[in-house]
């Protein structure tokens, strides 16, 4: 699933952001009961696993000028909550870069 969020910030301020409110991405999960572990293996990457209802999901937020997005691979067994997470992504993607 790929969920591009639109931006007018410089790259820098989108980091500066995304850095400062990670701990809101368990969130983007409906339910609430997501773990969360993320990484920064370049300036405009980070990557991340969610762990929830006994799965692991990994995906990326790419920083890329006046867009932000999101990849999350879904495994077969969870192709039923694409569509609620998208929604999640969508929304709350906007609020992280705020």
Same mark, same amino acid.
């Given at each position: %699933? $790929? !969920?591009? #969020?639109?931006?007018?910030? *410089?790259? *820098? +301020?989108?980091? =500066? $952001?995304?850095?400062?409110?990670? &701990? +809101?991405?368990?969130?983007?999960?409906?339910?609430?009961?997501?773990? !969360?572990? @993320?990484?920064?293996?370049?300036? *405009? @990457? %980070?990557?991340?696993?969610?762990?929830?209802?006994?799965?692991? #999901?990994?995906?990326?937020?790419? #920083?890329?000028? &006046?867009?932000?997005?999101?990849? #999350? *691979?879904?495994?077969?067994?969870?192709?039923?909550? +694409?569509? %609620? !997470?998208? &929604?999640? !992504? +969508?929304? /709350? &993607?906007? /609020?992280?870069? =705020?």
């Amino acid at each position: %699933m $790929r !969920v591009p #969020i639109p931006h007018s910030l *410089d790259k *820098d +301020e989108v980091r =500066r $952001r995304l850095r400062a409110r990670t &701990g +809101e991405i368990a969130d983007f999960i409906p339910g609430g009961m997501a773990d !969360v572990t @993320t990484d920064w293996p370049d300036d *405009d @990457t %980070m990557v991340l696993n969610v762990s929830a209802m006994g799965k692991s #999901i990994d995906g990326t937020v790419k #920083i890329e000028d &006046g867009q932000v997005v999101f990849t #999350i *691979d879904f495994p077969p067994a969870l192709a039923f909550v +694409e569509g %609620m !997470v998208r &929604g999640q !992504v +969508e929304a /709350k &993607g906007r /609020k992280l870069l =705020r």
